[in-house]
């Protein structure tokens, strides 16, 4: 299962790879948080299921997450897939499935949705001569600090504006994403974790909740 808001474009890949057996996984479906988001036509076009979740005015994290975690676990998915998906998940979410993530940026550096610019930023200011790309397992609420599956680096060159550094680090995230779920999926199916007892975990508790 793939989670996106935006585009799309690293979910399509997956997509592609899927259809073509180059990558031995199945998309069981799409989740946006947006109605909007250009990946649900790329989910529609491809005839894989799609699924809109909102945030409600005002949501907390939390709320939100008690509200998607049904959405997904419907759908029984060995992996789930953050593709894009600009939403801190909790740490009660990242329990009750195992989850990757894919960031632009290297391991420790430059966490959150500025990462590409803020990486330009500094190469700009003479602070470092290369950025890239990761993908890692999401444990916890942490944000981009999960066990790294697999990074790549992408050097900066003399002449890069910010359009063609961004274009360079999404050919790599192309490239890793694909790679990334393969090994995620070797390992979660190795060690058997879709059967362990994380669907009878209890619903978490919040101070409004009555007893």
Avoid at 120 to 131: H, I, K, P, Q, V
Wanted: proline share 9%.
């Amino acid at each position: 299962m793939v989670l996106a808001s935006g585009s799309g474009s690293n979910a399509q890949v997956l997509i592609d790879r899927a259809a073509s057996g180059v990558l031995p996984c199945e998309i069981v479906a799409i989740v946006a948080n947006h109605a909007d988001a250009p990946v649900l036509r790329r989910a529609a076009a491809a005839g894989v299921r799609l699924e809109v979740l909102e945030a409600q005015a005002g949501e907390p994290r939390d709320r939100y997450d008690q509200r998607l975690a049904p959405i997904v676990d419907g759908y029984r998915p060995d992996l789930v897939v953050l593709a894009g998906w600009m939403r801190i998940l909790t740490g009660w979410f990242c329990e009750q499935f195992p989850v990757i993530n894919l960031h632009p940026a290297l391991p420790g550096t430059f966490p959150g949705a500025t990462a590409i610019t803020d990486a330009f930023a500094s190469w700009r200011a003479g602070e470092l001569d290369e950025t890239g790309v990761m993908v890692h397992w999401v444990p916890d609420a942490g944000v981009d600090t999960g066990p790294v599956i697999v990074s790549e680096t992408v050097p900066f060159e003399s002449n890069d504006t910010l359009d063609t550094i961004t274009d360079r680090i999404h050919a790599v995230e192309h490239r890793l994403l694909p790679v990334a779920v393969e090994i995620a999926l070797k390992s979660q199916r190795s060690q058997h974790v879709h059967n362990i007892s994380r669907h009878s975990l209890p619903p978490p508790r919040f101070p409004n909740d009555r007893p």
